[in-house]
């Protein structure tokens, strides 16, 4: 209550913050409960008290969540943080190490797009939510190509084939087509699949000029996949040598430029630990 803002700002990050990191770095928190604790803590910050209106809120919540070099306060933004710490799950599936859990998932799920038998339930549906922002800060060095995703995967590059492709992209087929794009999911594939038996079974019969143009230079690319026996190593700059992904470097990253491939990958250098 005698603290000023910039005082109960400081408070709500040191403590506030850490004391839901924990089960932060397990789930995934529905929207009303972020929306609950943004509530209370604009509350604190605003007036210290336990309520508070809209004209003791000098600055709009969004930009308060922003990092100070970006005009920002600096105070967490409780979601993005929330999915960076959970994205260190998605990454220990890829580097296991001496993690039980995710070498019993690599058997039963299939990486790429991480279905399988046993991946059920709200807790594997908050991870495929977080795939193409995992995919937006890793790039493939392509092994086996089974964990690989032929779209929206970087595995030539630091962009995925859309953003060089994207009138071949557009043509792209999937099994169940309908129904995966009720569920507004990707059009997903693995690449081995794509090297055994030719991009053309994933492709709608007719191309369009332009697509049948962007065809020929990805055949290019395709032929000069040579697959190994050994599994695909995802590479993510945000990352310790011990497969321990940093959660801080890719929260900073995404609140100074946003959840983009292009972006995230390439100012990764600027926002390492």
């Not at 609950?36 to 809209?54: A, P």
């Not at 058997?107 to 339930?121: C, H, M, P, Q, R």
């Not at 690449?191 to 055949?219: C, W, Y």
Request: net charge positive.
């Amino acid at each position: 209550m005698f603290l000023n803002p910039k005082g109960r700002q400081v408070l709500v990050n040191s403590v506030v913050d850490s004391a839901i990191s924990y089960l932060m770095a397990a789930i995934l928190l529905p929207a009303e409960t972020i929306e609950s604790l943004d509530q209370k803590r604009r509350t604190f910050i605003w007036s210290g008290k336990g309520r508070t209106n809209g004209a003791r809120c000098l600055v709009a919540w969004n930009q308060v969540c922003m990092p100070k070099e970006k005009g920002g306060l600096g105070v967490k933004d409780v979601a993005v943080q929330n999915q960076c710490l959970v994205l260190k799950l998605l990454h220990r599936l890829h580097h296991p190490a001496n993690s039980a859990w995710a070498q019993w998932a690599r058997e039963e799920v299939d990486l790429s797009i991480l279905k399988g038998k046993n991946a059920v339930g709200p807790h594997w549906e908050a991870l495929r939510s977080l795939l193409p922002l995992y995919q937006s800060i890793t790039f493939v060095d392509v092994g086996d190509g089974r964990a690989t995703d032929f779209w929206n995967d970087c595995w030539t590059g630091k962009v995925p084939l859309p953003a060089c492709f994207s009138n071949l992209f557009s043509h792209a087929k999937v099994k169940e087509i309908q129904l995966l794009l009720e569920r507004n999911e990707k059009k997903k594939i693995q690449l081995q699949k794509v090297v055994d038996n030719g991009i053309h079974e994933f492709l709608v019969p007719r191309l369009s000029r332009m697509a049948t143009g962007e065809l020929e230079r990805v055949l290019g690319i395709i032929i000069e996949i040579v697959l190994a026996d050994r599994p695909d190593n995802h590479v993510c700059p945000f990352a310790a040598a011990d497969g321990v992904l940093w959660a801080g470097p890719v929260y900073k990253a995404i609140k100074t430029h946003g959840i983009s491939q292009s972006h995230l990958l390439l100012a990764c250098s600027n926002c390492r630990r």
